[in-house]
């Protein structure tokens, strides 16, 4: 038994570790859904095949390019804390980014892609896609693809939380539904 | 030893203990060796992790169809029963069948792989984006435990392919020679521990044929500036594989020895590379990135010294052959330093004697040691050196079918004749 000790001891380790990754990510996930301030923001999503995850509609924001104030080294990979405004539409518009979180207001920490000669960055964003049963993704993007190309007037949206710079995606809405119940009529049953 | 003699010497410890020829500790060595021994059979182990890998995997893709309907609490809890059901196996393993590698492997392999899958899942289900060289590394890092505590080289092998997936799946710009040459060591006590017990058993043997290309593969990804240097890093990995493996490699067959077979075939590609003028004239593998340059020169030193360390040890030992196995790595070295344009004909007539030479010294060799398989690696190589010449050359057809018809006969009468001496 002396003997088994440490085999024993590294599988508790393993055991705690196995569980503190996944739990840690859901309960600090969860408390941003619970308490953090909602935004919206419009989105442009279509829908890539992720093997490890199921399908999911992948997003893209039309004002994550954003220009840098002069004056500082930026680079691409660096993380940068951008202000969230919201305006009249009441949809969020992401504002000048900073190294350092704003001292009031909240805003999201991301990633500058790249930066162009001209000071433009594009954002990478704690959130690019959208989960959905692996039936409805394909629906979801069909009906996307339906709104862009101005077959019909939908809108799509989604609703994020955000607390303390981090973010969680909440819902994505087409023409004001969310998309699960803008499916349910044309998925089969 | 048979597996009937090791069950039998097995059944005569308990016996040999209550008599006072062995004390405990000295049976506890031989149960342990000759158990893992006896385990070095493919079917049982293989069929059982292959069982515990497409349940993973299976379990993985049920979840990932991302039940919509279900709120988000029970989807937590299903991600969370692979992997209460894997760890509970780890448990059951430790607890009643330590010794057996089957359980072993099946149980940390599929611990390993519903973490895995746990960790993704609950990124979906909080539609998550996150970077697959953070998740890549999280699986390995949080995998090495498990790995230790069950002592499994399936595990050990799938850590070192999420590194690699780690290094591949990052931006080119973040890679980090030292930081993976670090990641990886952390899987040679294991390595060095299967060895140790086991040397040359079919477990070792997989478990080191499959790391070495995996190392290999990750560093030359964490290195573009290397890209233009490849056939210094290519020959001089290959003369460390064959250093490695004199000092530890024994008689076994090439089979059971993968440093050794990596080595070779690394060192005759190089070698016989090198035997074309054109070899030296150009950049085969383009300019690489400039990035991480002072670490990639540091690995490239590194090995170059090791490499230096490696044939002075053999010189040393009266070794020649195994020192002059050192002659593509230092030509490579001395004239990819950027010292002007090298003599591209003259190295190439150098390494077509070269490799003639190593040939005939390798087939003395195995005449003066008895062994067939080294007469025969002397002749292959003499052989592939000659038909290169003849593809390379200006010859008319006719006088290389003739060339060739002659060459082969010759070759076919002298593994006749050296199969019919070594064996009297």
Same mark, same amino acid.
């Given at each position: 038994?002396?003997?088994?000790?440490?085999?024993?001891?590294?599988?508790?380790? @393993?055991?705690?570790?196995?569980?503190?990754?996944?739990?840690?990510?859901?309960?600090?996930?969860? @408390?941003?859904?619970?308490?953090?301030?909602?935004?919206?923001?419009?989105?442009?999503?279509?829908?890539?095949?992720?093997?490890?995850?199921?399908?999911?509609?992948?997003?893209?924001?039309?004002?994550?390019?954003?220009?840098?104030?002069?004056?500082?080294?930026?680079?691409?990979?660096?993380?940068?804390?951008?202000?969230?405004?919201?305006?009249?539409?009441?949809?969020?518009?992401?504002?000048?980014?900073?190294?350092?979180?704003?001292?009031?207001?909240?805003?999201?920490?991301?990633?500058?892609?790249?930066?162009?000669?001209?000071?433009?960055?594009?954002?990478?964003?704690?959130?690019?896609?959208?989960?959905?049963?692996?039936?409805?993704?394909?629906?979801?993007?069909?009906?996307?693809?339906?709104?862009? @190309?101005?077959?019909?007037?939908?809108?799509?949206?989604?609703?994020?939380?955000?607390?303390?710079?981090?973010?969680?995606?909440?819902?994505?809405?087409?023409?004001?539904?969310?998309?699960?119940?803008?499916?349910?009529?044309?998925?089969?049953? | 030893?048979?597996?009937?003699?090791?069950?039998?010497?097995?059944?005569?410890?308990?016996?040999?203990?209550?008599?006072?020829?062995?004390?405990?500790?000295?049976?506890?060595?031989?149960?342990?060796?000759?158990?893992?021994?006896?385990?070095?059979?493919?079917?049982?182990?293989?069929?059982?992790?292959?069982?515990?890998?497409?349940?993973?995997?299976?379990?993985?893709?049920?979840?990932?169809?991302?039940?919509?309907?279900?709120?988000?609490?029970?989807?937590?809890?299903?991600?969370? #029963?692979?992997?209460?059901?894997?760890?509970?196996?780890?448990?059951?393993?430790?607890?009643?069948?330590?010794?057996?590698?089957?359980?072993?492997?099946?149980?940390?392999?599929?611990?390993?792989?519903?973490?895995?899958?746990? #960790?993704?899942?609950?990124?979906?289900?909080?539609?998550?984006?996150?970077?697959?060289?953070?998740?890549?590394?999280?699986? &390995?890092?949080?995998?090495?435990?498990?790995?230790?505590?069950?002592?499994?080289?399936?595990?050990?092998?799938?850590?070192?392919?999420?590194?690699?997936?780690?290094?591949?799946?990052?931006?080119?710009?973040?890679?980090?020679?030292?930081?993976?040459?670090?990641?990886?060591?952390?899987?040679?006590?294991?390595?060095?521990?299967?060895?140790?017990?086991?040397?040359?058993?079919?477990?070792?043997?997989?478990?080191?044929?499959?790391?070495?290309?995996?190392?290999?593969?990750?560093?030359? #990804?964490?290195?573009?500036?290397?890209?233009?240097?490849?056939?210094?890093?290519?020959?001089?990995?290959?003369?460390?594989?064959?250093?490695?493996?004199? &000092?530890?490699?024994?008689?076994?067959?090439?089979?059971?020895?993968?440093?050794?077979?990596?080595?070779?075939?690394?060192?005759?590609?190089?070698?016989?590379?090198?035997?074309?003028?054109?070899?030296?004239?150009?950049?085969?593998?383009?300019?690489?990135? &400039?990035?991480?340059?002072?670490?990639?020169?540091?690995?490239?030193?590194?090995?170059?010294?090791?490499?230096?360390?490696?044939?002075?040890?053999?010189?040393?030992?009266?070794?020649?052959?195994?020192?002059?196995?050192?002659?593509?790595?230092?030509?490579?070295?001395?004239?990819? &330093?950027?010292?002007?344009?090298?003599?591209?004909?003259?190295?190439?007539?150098?390494?077509?004697?070269?490799?003639?030479?190593?040939?005939?010294?390798?087939?003395?060799?195995?005449?003066?040691?008895?062994?067939?398989?080294?007469?025969?690696?002397?002749?292959?190589?003499?052989?592939?050196?000659?038909?290169?010449?003849?593809?390379?050359?200006?010859?008319?057809?006719?006088?290389?079918?003739?060339?060739?018809?002659?060459?082969?006969?010759?070759?076919?009468?002298?593994?006749?004749?050296?199969?019919?001496?070594?064996?009297?």
């Amino acid at each position: 038994m002396t003997r088994l000790k440490p085999t024993w001891l590294l599988l508790a380790l @393993a055991m705690l570790l196995q569980w503190a990754l996944p739990a840690g990510v859901a309960l600090h996930s969860e @408390a941003i859904l619970r308490s953090g301030t909602r935004y919206y923001l419009h989105t442009a999503p279509v829908d890539p095949l992720d093997a490890f995850r199921g399908r999911y509609v992948a997003l893209r924001f039309a004002d994550a390019s954003v220009r840098l104030p002069a004056g500082l080294p930026w680079r691409a990979d660096m993380r940068v804390a951008v202000p969230l405004h919201v305006g009249p539409d009441h949809f969020a518009r992401f504002g000048t980014p900073s190294p350092t979180p704003p001292a009031q207001g909240d805003y999201l920490m991301a990633t500058l892609r790249n930066v162009d000669a001209d000071g433009v960055a594009s954002l990478d964003l704690p959130f690019d896609r959208y989960y959905l049963d692996e039936r409805a993704a394909p629906a979801a993007e069909r009906a996307y693809r339906a709104a862009n @190309a101005g077959k019909t007037s939908a809108d799509a949206y989604v609703t994020i939380r955000v607390r303390n710079g981090d973010a969680v995606l909440e819902a994505l809405f087409i023409d004001n539904l969310p998309i699960q119940r803008y499916l349910a009529g044309s998925l089969p049953h | 030893m048979s597996k009937q003699v090791a069950a039998w010497l097995l059944s005569e410890l308990p016996e040999l203990e209550r008599a006072g020829v062995l004390d405990a500790a000295s049976a506890a060595r031989l149960r342990a060796h000759y158990a893992e021994a006896g385990s070095d059979t493919v079917a049982p182990g293989l069929s059982a992790t292959l069982g515990a890998l497409l349940l993973g995997l299976g379990v993985i893709l049920l979840v990932a169809h991302n039940w919509d309907q279900w709120g988000r609490a029970l989807r937590l809890l299903v991600v969370a #029963l692979p992997l209460a059901a894997g760890q509970a196996a780890c448990a059951w393993t430790l607890f009643r069948h330590p010794d057996s590698r089957g359980w072993r492997e099946c149980s940390a392999t599929f611990a390993a792989l519903a973490f895995a899958a746990a #960790l993704a899942l609950v990124s979906q289900i909080f539609q998550l984006g996150g970077a697959l060289d953070r998740y890549l590394l999280g699986c &390995a890092l949080v995998g090495l435990p498990l790995l230790y505590a069950l002592d499994s080289s399936v595990l050990a092998v799938l850590i070192g392919a999420a590194l690699l997936g780690w290094v591949g799946a990052q931006d080119e710009r973040m890679r980090q020679p030292l930081l993976v040459l670090l990641a990886f060591a952390t899987l040679l006590p294991h390595v060095v521990s299967v060895w140790r017990r086991a040397p040359h058993s079919m477990r070792s043997t997989w478990l080191i044929g499959w790391l070495v290309p995996l190392v290999f593969a990750a560093l030359s #990804l964490t290195m573009p500036a290397m890209r233009q240097f490849a056939a210094f890093w290519l020959s001089a990995w290959a003369l460390l594989l064959i250093q490695l493996d004199s &000092a530890i490699g024994g008689e076994a067959s090439l089979i059971r020895r993968p440093l050794r077979a990596y080595g070779e075939l690394g060192w005759a590609l190089v070698a016989l590379a090198a035997t074309f003028p054109d070899f030296w004239r150009e950049s085969w593998f383009g300019q690489g990135g &400039a990035t991480t340059l002072w670490q990639t020169g540091l690995v490239a030193i590194l090995l170059l010294a090791l490499g230096l360390l490696c044939t002075v040890h053999a010189l040393w030992r009266r070794r020649w052959l195994l020192a002059a196995l050192s002659l593509p790595m230092l030509v490579t070295a001395s004239t990819q &330093a950027g010292f002007g344009a090298p003599p591209a004909s003259l190295l190439a007539l150098l390494f077509n004697a070269y490799v003639l030479a190593i040939g005939i010294a390798l087939i003395s060799e195995g005449l003066r040691a008895q062994r067939l398989r080294a007469v025969s690696s002397g002749l292959t190589l003499i052989a592939v050196l000659v038909l290169l010449r003849f593809f390379g050359s200006e010859w008319s057809f006719v006088l290389r079918g003739v060339a060739f018809v002659v060459v082969g006969l010759a070759f076919l009468a002298a593994n006749l004749w050296l199969r019919r001496k070594v064996r009297s």
